[in-house]
């Protein structure tokens, strides 16, 4: 008899350089509980689904009793692919336990016969975080050949931490490290439990079972950028103490130097309207070559359900006028938490940007637990 598997939080990226696909996934057996990282690389560039058209690696992560793995993450730079997994508790409170980063070889993990090697382990101790996010890099030459991981840790700060490959071994660089620029700090740190909502037609949607954790992370043309949601309480655009009453996208642009990570610029896409704003949450975003950004997030307000939004940014700083709905939500959610999933991606064959978003639908034939949609949006800029 075989085992029985349960698959969740899949993560899916496309690596320009080698022209493969990478994915991963948490694995767990339901027959012993056993937990593993499942991880695949594709052996082309348009593999099908068939097994053999995919180099699997399977990576048991070994915890305590009473402990589980979520929420993996994925980056890669020309030297390799990198993973990171939360330990964390697995019944309320939830607490977190640390984590656990694979790193992958290039190009020894694009052919057979590849054994990953051990992996790395953050503990709680050292970053106080819920959401790791290795960097997902364009560069041919990555700045002192380092891989970049950052997070939002602590009280509110933005911290980084850098891997550098030893021939086929990885190892850290440094210690975690905050921004050293604290001007970006004026907003609401959404809480890492379910305290925070924001409304929806009909009722609100739970985005505080995730916190303000960072959600995607992308080096191009010499800048690391980054985004998570913020709580605000006003139109000004900044949380003055208060009660937080819309979220916003908060993005940051921070320059990649041999030393560190270096404070740029940031920026917030919110709703300054006086009564019944927008919030906007769960944010994406992707870079091209010349500078110009999108952002794909998740939105509602108190009269709309939740839809799917993209915004952009030329490459010479200047943002749309407002966000676009591209595609509105059909009946209030009533999930316990919306759900983990944005994704902004370019496409490899052209300077277009595809953003994927959940919004909210109505089917009765599914469970009341999984009724949201993925819309996908593929988007062209001039400027």
């Known amino acids: 008899m075989g085992e029985t598997r349960n ?25 012993n509980g056993e937990l593993d990282l499942m991880i695949k690389v594709s052996k082309t560039s348009s593999p099908s689904l068939a097994a053999s058209n995919w180099y699997p690696y399977e990576v048991p992560i070994s915890v305590e009793t009473g402990e589980t793995i979520d929420f993996p993450t994925l980056g890669s730079d020309t030297n390799g692919y990198y993973i990171s997994v939360q330990i964390k508790s697995g019944s309320a409170p939830q607490i977190n336990k640390g984590y656990r980063i694979q790193a992958l070889k290039k190009p020894e993990v694009l ?29 041919t030459s990555p700045t002192g ?79 690391l950028w980054t985004c998570h949601h913020v709580g605000l309480d006003g139109t000004d655009g900044d949380y003055d103490g208060g009660t937080p009453d819309r979220s916003a996208a908060q993005w940051f642009k921070l320059a990649v130097q ?31 070559n010349n500078g110009r950004v999108v952002f794909g997030f998740s939105g509602s307000k108190t009269a709309e359900h939740v839809g799917g939004f993209f915004t952009g940014r030329t490459s010479t700083g200047t943002m749309m006028n407002r966000p676009v709905l591209v595609q509105a939500g059909r009946a209030p959610t009533t999930l316990d938490r919306w759900g983990d999933y944005s994704a902004t991606t370019m496409d490899p064959t052209d300077d277009s940007f595809w953003t994927a978003q959940e919004y909210a639908i109505w089917d ?3 469970p009341a637990f999984f009724r949201w949609g993925t819309w996908i949006t593929r988007i062209k800029s001039s400027q």
């Open 364 to 366: 009765l034939d599914i």
């Open 145 to 223: 050949g380092y891989a970049w991981f950052v997070a939002k840790a602590g009280t509110r700060k933005i911290y980084y931490r850098r891997l550098q490959w030893n021939g086929s071994t990885p190892d850290w660089v440094g210690t975690w490290t905050p921004l050293s620029d604290t001007s970006y700090l004026d907003y609401y740190d959404v809480p890492q439990d379910d305290s925070f909502s924001v409304p929806q037609s009909g009722g609100s949607v739970d985005i505080g079972a995730t916190g303000s954790r960072l959600m995607t992370a992308v080096i191009r043309n010499g800048y």
């Open 7 to 31: 698959m969740f939080d899949p993560r899916v990226w496309y690596d320009h350089a080698n022209q493969r696909w990478v994915t991963c996934a948490v694995d767990k057996k339901v027959e």
């Open 258 to 288: 041999s030393g560190g990570l270096t404070y740029t610029t940031h920026g917030r896409i919110y709703d300054a309207s006086t009564s019944n704003p927008y919030s906007y949450y769960f944010p994406s975003l992707n870079v091209d």
């Open 111 to 139: 052919g057979p016969g590849y054994t990953p090697p051990s992996l790395l382990t953050v503990t709680a101790a050292e970053l106080d975080t819920w959401a790791i996010q290795p960097a997902f890099s364009y560069e």
